[in-house]
């Protein structure tokens, strides 16, 4: 890290210090969650093309991408951290944010959806 960041950082108040950990906290969350699904891909996630269009949608709404050099479909999320995740970009947003507070899911989300 950057001496000059770091000799800010030490010069700062307890409560400053604790809003910069919350809006750093704050960006890595949605840094996590939100990169994966914003918008179209830059190239394509097997051949690295920058030349697709758009194919459609799948179930969910994800619009599906064709590339134009290999032929093959994707997705915004393909080959992405979210790629084979059943859980929502929101819902692995919610549990970063309650990791990075250091709660434990169901802290995180009030009572889990899977219990009675």
Known sequence: MDPMILQQIKKMGI???????????ALIAKKMAGSALAGAPKRCPRCKSLSF???GHDACGLKRWKCCSCGKTFFVKTR??????????????????GTLAG???????GKLPCEP
Request: glycine fraction near 0%; proline fraction near 3%.
């Open 80 to 97: 992405s951290v979210l790629a084979m995740s059943k859980p929502t970009a929101t819902t692995w947003a919610v549990y970063a944010k």
């Open 53 to 55: 269009y758009c194919k």
């Open 15 to 25: 409560s400053e210090k604790r809003e910069l950990l919350e809006r750093l906290k």
């Open 103 to 109: 709660m434990t899911l169901e802290e995180a989300y």
